[in-house]
């Protein structure tokens, strides 16, 4: 018999990672459309429903941090990837509101001439 040991054998198919989304969807659909403004606060009642589920899902399945893409041992290379296009972009959207004369002081950036 194939496959890869029997963790295979024990591990959960499409149709549960189905219901996990569909579970996940109505819960960020229904807080949008349905009770946003019901509920004061209702969005930590949802991120605590979704947090939840991620974690349900993770230990349903023992996946280690390693399978859910938590490792360190390409973190350099990650960031390097990450700041060649972040970097840029920021600078671009910073470059365009101080042109646009959008930047105010005091704001989150703050941005004085120097002398």
Not at 16 to 21: D, G, K, S, T
Not at 63 to 79: K, M, P, V, W
Not at 86 to 99: D, E, F, K, V
Request: charged letters at 15%; aromatic letters at 4%; proline letters at 6%.
């Amino acid at each position: 018999m194939g496959g890869d040991g029997a963790g295979a054998l024990s591990a959960p198919g499409p149709s549960r990672a189905l219901v996990e989304l569909t579970i996940f969807l109505a819960l960020e659909q229904s807080y949008l459309w349905l009770w946003s403004g019901v509920i004061p606060r209702g969005i930590y009642v949802v991120s605590a429903a979704v947090l939840g589920l991620a974690i349900a899902s993770i230990l349903v399945r023992r996946e280690t941090a390693r399978e859910i893409g938590l490792r360190l041992d390409n973190l350099g290379r990650a960031l390097a990837a990450a700041t060649v296009v972040t970097i840029p972009a920021a600078a671009g959207l910073l470059a365009a509101g101080a042109r646009r004369g959008a930047m105010r002081p005091g704001g989150p950036v703050a941005v004085e001439p120097r002398g």
